[in-house]
């Protein structure tokens, strides 16, 4: 499988080459870049390591080095800044991401373009827009760090095995997101009938966690660790086919009653993309929730 990443000199895209190489899903990964030398040194870097990992190819280069890949990820953008909001960010990556979107279109027509940059459901819209791809082609990583680092800070602060912890978090990767809380899990057992913790303490972790993109920015930047493993866990499920249900983002096309902007629904996603929905009935709460979502996705799509 031969994984482009576009913006993989920068922190994220290297923080993915870096967690896809030792998960040995790819054996192809491509530095797309504008800073050109610095993509080059990261590969180079990135293929001294490749005796002790198995016989993967690492290259870098410009938008043509995209050609024949299975999965464009596009990590290419500004960084938020502390206190900025990730929607001021887009008028600079749209234009980033539409140069992208045309090459990957041209040169890499049957792949899966996985959009990372920010503001994320707003971009892979952009690109499911602009590259005319059929929707399951063309997925954001929505929500799918945010769960990710919601089921570690439960597990750090209550001692929890992490991979027992099934609580998903939807809508908009920013502040519409809605925690389902009432599908959440601990060993199979749903947090609320769990007698060892309160909800109280569950929806203060929440709190924390919808907090903690922000704290990593200030402090060392912006994030990478937790975003590479979370980009690698889905190009997991497409390499494989594993159908694994995870909340990236996508235009649900008349899933839960949503169409015409991309946001996280519990989503099948195998080697077709993003291949089907888990429907079920959400309680209002959480309905409202992804509603809301929606709007307020459409009113800043509407700006571009
Ligand atoms: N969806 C998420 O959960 C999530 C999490 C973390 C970061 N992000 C987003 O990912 C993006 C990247 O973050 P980062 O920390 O890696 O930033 P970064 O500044 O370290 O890297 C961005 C890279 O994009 C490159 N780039 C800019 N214009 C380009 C172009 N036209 N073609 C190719 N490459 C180009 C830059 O040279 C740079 O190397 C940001 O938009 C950030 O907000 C998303």
Redesign the pocket.
Known sequence: MKVAI????????VNAAFSLLLSGLANEIVL????KD??DGEALDLRHGVSLIGNVTLDSGD?KKVKGSDIVVI??????KPDQS?LD?IRI?VG?LD??VDAVKKLAPKSIIFV???P?DVLTYRALTRSKFPRERVI???N???MVRFRSLIAAKFGWNPLDIRADIIGE?GDAMVPLWSQATYGGILFKNLTSVTMAELKQVFEETRVS?AEVIRKK????WA?GV?ITEVIKAIATDSKAVLPVSTDPGGAYGISGISLSLPTIVGKGGAEGYLEFELPKAEMDGLKKAAEVLKETYGKI
Do not use: C, K, Y
């Not at 576009?6 to 895209?13: D, E, L, N, S, T």
């Not at 990590?75 to 938020?80: F, I, P, Q």
């Not at 930047?221 to 990478?224: Q, R, V, Y």
């Open positions: 576009v913006g993989g000199a920068g922190r994220v895209g797309v870049d504008i800073l610095v993509a938008l990590t290419a953008g500004s960084r938020r990730r960010l990556n980033i140069e992208a990372v940059s920010n994320v954001g990583l929505g799918v760090l945010d990767h993109g930047g912006g994030a990478g975003v979370s």
